[in-house]
């Protein structure tokens, strides 16, 4: 036994430095115990000898902290658990863009960065967000940097460029900075939020090349209230920001992307169709959108058509986006004969539509003239009749719908397209007729007595009462050359005011309709 001793020692001398925090106890004590039975005796040496004592306090310290850390590891998840809220947003929520913009706009002036150049592309274009991470230009981040509640603890921010191309040749780009991948803190209403926007490097939206993405707000549990205002003033910022404007939404994939920006809305004056023509149409769909109670009740699925045919260039387009203004709606817009569409896909489009939007499914006739539309270059579209129809009646969902078709060839559609329920309410829409010609040109040169116009240059100077009868003129010229058969649609006449004077466009439309129709155009 008098080995044993000097072995421990020599095991523990050794020891004793490294055995700081996590070396457990036990394998020592089982050798010393194990060693002998002579309890007392080890005892007393144990006791007594320096490196060992030594060696047992620092392993009761390790032993305290890890069960120490543990605790509060332990304790912070509890506490976690029981005094955070956390609220995930996935890019795919509607709500996601919204929150994006609205913590930018916590930032108003140095979130918008303008840069006017003179860059030559034509086209207005809107870049997916390039991340603006730790390589920040100085600039950027002290834009960001101090002015926005956002922006104390925010180093990584994303930008989103929208380019703008004026009229004058002039172009403009502005960078928007929203919250980047990273971590956030914002304050609102005096409590502090946590915001964690995390991209998934394996998950991607197929459709439109982008990132899976979440946002996580982190909260104390007693502001989890907040929750709901701060998301409800991000949707009503994303409201006021379309407000007055009609968005158009053009299917990517299998969802609505707004394409471009929301528009201005079309007035309905503007539009100069035949008379009571508006008021019919806008008070069906008024009607119909307060029935909701009375479709529910009856069982049947709350939705309507309409089918504006007639010749091309009468308004149709031009009608329906100026209804959408007027009811505040917005337009989803869909060509039956767009690449890649299949039936499956215009079945979850047609299930999918943005509240307070009405579809509009242009030139139904293309898609499905019975024979397979195949284009120059040999594609086959691939929306059937069949689909079609089944896309229409759709499974009954209590959701409102509102669908309006446009067809320059009213002839060629199979009847069973235009019945009840699936077009509930079809009108004509024709080629200009005399008095609608002069309510054009009325709209386009006149001017009522001690208003100002503006006169082109070399224009000839109208009185009012000339301008009402030459426009009187117009109306007799296009009505008399209608029953020879000659007809103008109403774009070929506004295209005519748009290049000419008064004097200019009587005397180019006698012109024009005596020869063949095509010299408007
Ligand atoms: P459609 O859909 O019937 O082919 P659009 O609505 O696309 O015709 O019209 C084409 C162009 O002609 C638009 O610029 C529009 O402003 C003009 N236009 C057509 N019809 C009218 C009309 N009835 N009143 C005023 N402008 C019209």
Redesign the pocket.
Known sequence: PSSQPSEVQAAMAGHVPETSMETSPTPIQATAVGAGGEGPFWQKMIADNPYFSAGAGLMGIGVALTALRRATTLGATFAQRRMLVTLEIPSKDRSYPWFLEWMSSQSPKPAAIRDPSSSSSSTPTSSPAATVSAETPRGLRSLWKGKSPISLRSHELAVETTYKQHENGSSEAIFNLVPGPGTHYFRYRGAWFQVKRERDSKLMDLHSGTPWETLTLTTLSTSRHLFAPLLTEARSLAEASTEGKTVVYTAWGVEWRPFGKPRRRREMG????AEGFAERVENDVRGFLGRAKWYAERGIPYRRGYLLH?P???????FIQALAGSLSYNICLLNLSERGLTDDKLNHLLGLVPERSFILLEDVDSAFSRRVQTSEDGYKSSVTFSGLLNALDGVASSEERIIFM?TNHFERLDPALIRPGRVDMQEL?DDAVGE?AQR?FVKFYGYGPGEERVWREGEEVLSPEEVLAMGQEVGTIVDEEKAKGRVVS??SL?GLFIRSGAREALDGLVLALSIPLLALL
């Open positions: 503007s539009v100069v169709l007639g091309p260039g009468s308004g149709k387009t031009s446009t829409l609608q054009l109403m774009a506004q």
